[in-house]
C-alpha cells in the first residue's frame, strides 16, 4: 500500500514500481505512507505496521535515524542509521536493521529516498524523533554499535576457534603425527592422580580462557577449590595428568540420580591440544576405569558432539558405543533430557577390576 497527502492510491504492486511511486510521492508533496514488510526492525516496529516517510536532505541525517533508501538492486530497505562517513568527499550511511546482526552495505546519499519520523502502531501514531523514543533510538544504535565492535568479533573468534579445532583434530588423527609427537614425548614422564588445591588452582587457567591469553582467575580457582572438592559425592572423583612440571590433562566421574535412576558421567575430560596422540587420554580413561570398577560401577557414560571426530573417534577406540538412553546430565550444560546435537557414548566396565570389556 502506498500513500500520499492522505490519499490511498494502489495496494500489492511490484517493488521497482512502488520505489518509483514512493519517489515521485516524495518529490512532489514530500511525505508518503506505506506498510513495512520484514522483521529486520523489531522492535521499533512490526511487520505490516504503516510508517510515514519524509522527504530529507541527507546532509541532515544523524546516527539513530531510520531512512528509506533504494539499493542498486531495486530493493527498498528501511534501517536505523550506526554511523555516518565521508570517503573521496561522498557521504557514505552505514545502516542495520534493529534486529539484524550484520551491517548493511554502504549507502550514498543518492540513494536515500527518506527518512522514517512516526510508526502507526496499535495505540495511535509514534513519533520518532519525539521525547522517549528518540532516546530509545539513541540507545539501539548504541547498542548497535557494541554489538558490532565487541559482540560480533567474539562470535568470529569463536567460529574461527571451532574450525581450527576442527582441523588440528584433523592433523592430529593422522599417522603422521601421532608418529612423530611418539618420538617427541618418548622420555615423557606421567602422574594421573586425584585433583588437590594447586591442581584447581591450575585448572582455572586451563584450557579456554588460557587460550585466549586471558589471565588466571584467582577468584575462580578459589571458587573451584571451595566447592567442587565439597560437593563430590561419594565415589565422585577428579583426576589430573601432570608431566613437564605442568598439568596436561583433566576429567571429573561424576554421579547423576534421576528418577531414582543413578547414572555415572565422565565430564571435562581434556588433554592439552600440544601432547594429544601420544596415549595420555587413553590413560586417563584406564585410570577413570579403574577407578569406576573399584567402585563397583558397571556403565560410564559421556557426552560427545558428533561434528567432535577426533572425539568420537576416541570414545569408539576405546570401546565406546552410542547408548540409547534418552536424558542428559544438568552439569553437562544443558537442560536434562536428549538434544539431537549431542551424542552419549557409553563404555562398560567389569565391575571390581576396573577393566573395560
Keep these: 500500500m502506498i500513500e500520499s497527502g492522505g490519499v490511498e492510491e494502489i495496494k500489492n504492486i511490484p517493488t521497482e514500481t512502488f520505489l518509483d511511486l514512493a519517489s515521485r510521492a516524495l518529490d512532489k508533496v514530500g511525505v508518503v505512507r506505506f506498510c513495512a514488510t520484514g522483521a529486520s526492525m523489531l522492535p521499533t516496529f512490526r511487520e505490516h505496521e504503516p510508517v510515514k516517510v519524509v522527504k530529507v536532505d541527507p546532509e541532515e541525517l544523524n546516527t539513530g535515524d531510520i531512512i528509506f533508501y533504494r539499493t542498486p538492486f531495486g530493493v527498498g530497505i528501511t534501517h536505523r542509521v550506526l554511523f555516518r562517513t565521508r570517503k573521496d568527499g561522498h557521504l557514505l550511511f552505514y545502516t542495520k536493521g534493529d534486529a539484524v546482526a550484520v551491517l548493511d552495505p554502504p549507502v550514498s546519499a543518492d540513494m536515500i529516498l527518506g527518512k522514517v519520523v512516526s510508526v502507526q502502531g496499535d495505540c495511535g501514531e509514534i513519533f520518532l524523533d519525539c521525547g522517549w523514543q528518540r532516546i530509545k533510538g539513541k540507545l539501539i544504535t548504541v547498542l548497535g554499535l557494541f554489538y558490532l565492535w565487541l559482540v560480533l568479533p567474539l562470535v568470529i573468534v569463536f567460529s574461527l576457534r571451532r574450525l581450527g579445532g576442527k582441523f588440528l583434530g584433523l592433523i592430529q588423527g593422522s599417522n603422521f603425527y601421532r608418529s612423530r609427537a611418539k618420538k617427541r614425548f618418548k622420555d615423557l614422564s606421567v602422574e594421573i592422580n586425584d585433583a588437590g588445591p594447586d591442581d584447581f588452582r591450575e585448572m582455572s587457567a586451563f584450557g579456554f580462557f588460557r587460550e585466549l591469553m586471558v589471565p588466571s582467575s584467582k577468584t575462580l580457582a578459589e571458587m573451584a577449590i571451595k566447592w567442587t572438592i565439597p ?104 537442560k536434562p533430557g536428549r538434544t539431537a546435537r549431542l551424542k552419549v557414548l557409553c563404555w562398560k566396565i567389569d565391575a571390581g577390576k576396573g577393566n573395560k570389556e
Design 231 to 334: 560437593s563430590m559425592k561419594e565415589g565422585e572423583a577428579c583426576l589430573v595428568v601432570r608431566g613437564d612440571s605442568k598439568l596436561l590433562g583433566t576429567a571429573l566421574l561424576k554421579k547423576w540420580v534421576d528418577k531414582g535412576k543413578e547414572t555415572w558421567w565422565v565430564h571435562q575430560f581434556k588433554i592439552r591440544w600440544n601432547y594429544r596422540g601420544i596415549g595420555l587420554g587413553r590413560q586417563l580413561l584406564e585410570k577413570i576405569q579403574e577407578k569406576s570398577g573399584a567402585e563397583g560401577i558397571e556403565k560410564l557414560y559421556m557426552v560427545m558432539r558428533p561434528d567432535n571426530r577426533g572425539g568420537m573417534a576416541f570414545c569408539k577406540a576405546t570401546g565406546a558405543v552410542e547408548s540409547p538412553e534418552d536424558f542428559l546430565p544438568s552439569f553437562s550444560g544443558r
